[in-house]
């Protein structure tokens, strides 16, 4: 259920990109080197935690330019949220660390994200 909503989310993204003109990016090739599910499920919360600042960020970039957009975005912070709050629960960590989530530049995101990433 979580990846058929990231693929939703991902054609979200580029839709919103290629109809203000922008360019998208290509997927990456990604490698989990998981060996038990709570493994996973800590990589997991890693991904969405990233995801959860980097479109934060976006957010705050489009209501400057196009307040209309950002119903889009905002509705994808929560269900990142909802799945990084189950990913915590699942390995008996709290589902709200913080009482604020923290906006993340494109460039820190990807780095919390580089060690599966394919060279």
């Known amino acids: 259920k979580v990846a058929a ?5 991902v054609a ?6 290629t109809s203000n003109g922008a360019k998208t990016v290509a997927p990456c090739k990604y490698t989990f080197p998981v060996s038990n599910t709570n493994d996973f499920l ?9 995801s959860i600042g980097a ?3 976006l957010t705050a970039l489009i209501a ?3 307040p209309d957009l950002v119903t889009s975005t905002s509705s ?7 799945h990084d709050a189950f990913f915590r629960i699942a390995v008996a960590q709290v ?5 604020f989530d923290t906006p993340l530049s494109p ?3 990807f780095n919390l994200v580089l060690a599966f990433v394919e060279p």
């Open 42 to 50: 800590l990589q997991a919360n890693v991904i969405t935690s990233a």
């Open 5 to 9: 909503q990231e693929a939703v989310h």
């Open 107 to 109: 460039t820190y995101a």
């Open 95 to 99: 589902p709200n660390p913080t009482p």
């Open 76 to 82: 994808i912070i929560t269900i990142e949220a909802r």
């Open 55 to 57: 479109v934060n960020a």
């Open 64 to 66: 400057q330019s196009d």
């Open 12 to 17: 979200t993204i580029e839709t919103l990109l």
